[in-house]
């Protein structure tokens, strides 16, 4: 039991202390390419801070865990809305806008409805989890096609007519022929200026990949160990390890607080929440169809679209989150906590 712990921690260790690894590597190579703080908040820093709960997903979906992974992820997105934006509240106050509101945080909002319409019928299907996937590859496409316009007004209205209309399709072709185009002056530049630096964010982003993975390992067969020894639900567990494979994005909300960028704050929990929902829980259900329990269809699911609807309304008042709004987060966060103890043990 003891040995069992202790390789759950070490897995848990592992997987934090890669995911930094990958995340200053992959920031500051989008740096270099001129890429803004929010959209590095809202899809590197994001897919990199989530990559904890993605790569666990893979295994716990190749050995058939529906119940650790709905519970890690619902958990997940959970704890980054209220234990992460909570405590960083507290830490400084965080300045909002309409641009967060307006698209990112209606499209968080629209996620978190159509996966609970989705888990209604108690599991997500292959083909459910590949229109996740095709969303989020669709949205994080739509960022950095709309980047140069960003201090205009974008709407969700105007991602869902860009995803309706298959406008990522043509995104994808342009950028294609822009990058066979130039390719040779890219190469150039990279080479007279960059290769050192990028050569060893490149080997750090490799190294930390492998942490990663062995970290995964230990913390989805021990964790699957102790559901069974304790015989409680797997996605109870699957909600405690979230404490812990959030602790990346916890860092990096911490970190930007203390320097009063609230842009990187909020971006980082919607842009880790939505990578969760959709690339994650895509990607696990396309190995493996999910079963979801009715604790999570009837608890957990509800309690973050309220969470969203909440973060919502917050953001939009006064355009800032202060040390009030965060100790309501948190009391919620630990609310939530204690009832899904009482409910599932």
Do not use: H
Not at 17 to 32: C, E, N, Q, T, Y
Not at 149 to 166: C, M, P, T
Not at 276 to 288: D, E, K, M
């Amino acid at each position: 039991m003891i040995l069992k712990l202790l390789f759950l921690i070490i897995g848990l260790i592992l997987l934090i202390k890669g995911s930094d690894l990958f995340v200053k590597a992959a920031a500051s190579i989008a740096k270099r390419a001129g890429v803004s703080e929010f959209v590095i908040g809202l899809t590197l820093v994001a897919i990199g801070t989530s990559l904890p709960e993605y790569i666990s997903a893979i295994f716990a979906s190749l050995k058939g865990e529906s119940g650790l992974i709905m519970g890690n992820i619902i958990g997940a997105d959970i704890a980054n809305i209220a234990l992460i934006i909570g405590i960083a509240a507290l830490i400084s106050v965080i300045k909002t806008d309409e641009q967060m509101l307006g698209r990112d945080g209606y499209f968080l909002f629209a996620v978190s409805i159509l996966l609970f319409i989705v888990v209604f019928n108690g599991r997500i299907s292959r083909l459910e989890g590949g229109l996740f996937i095709l969303l989020f590859v669709a949205y994080t496409i739509y960022l950095f096609e709309t980047k140069p316009q960003f201090s205009g007004k974008i709407g969700f209205r105007d991602f869902a007519e860009y995803f309706l209309k298959l406008g990522y399709v043509s995104s994808i072709k342009r950028k294609m022929s822009a990058w066979n185009a130039s390719s040779g002056n890219i190469k150039k530049v990279n080479a007279d200026n960059y290769e050192g630096s990028i050569s060893k964010d490149l080997l750090v982003m490799v190294f930390s990949g492998f942490l990663i993975v062995f970290g995964a390992r230990f913390l989805v067969d021990n964790a699957v160990y102790f559901a069974t020894s304790f015989k409680v639900p797997a996605s109870l567990v699957g909600v405690l390890i979230a404490v812990g494979t959030t602790m990346p994005e916890l860092s990096v909300s911490i970190a930007a607080a203390k320097k009063g960028l609230g842009n990187i704050i909020i971006g980082n929990a919607i842009g880790s929440c939505l990578t969760n929902t959709l690339l994650v829980l895509g990607t696990a259900s396309l190995i493996n169809p999910i079963q979801v329990s009715a604790l999570t269809i009837r608890f957990m699911l509800p309690f973050l679209v309220g969470l969203v609807i909440l973060l919502l309304i917050q953001i939009k008042s006064d355009w800032e989150l202060r040390k009030k709004e965060g100790i309501l987060f948190i009391l919620l966060y630990a609310s939530f906590l204690c009832i899904l103890f009482i409910i599932a043990i």
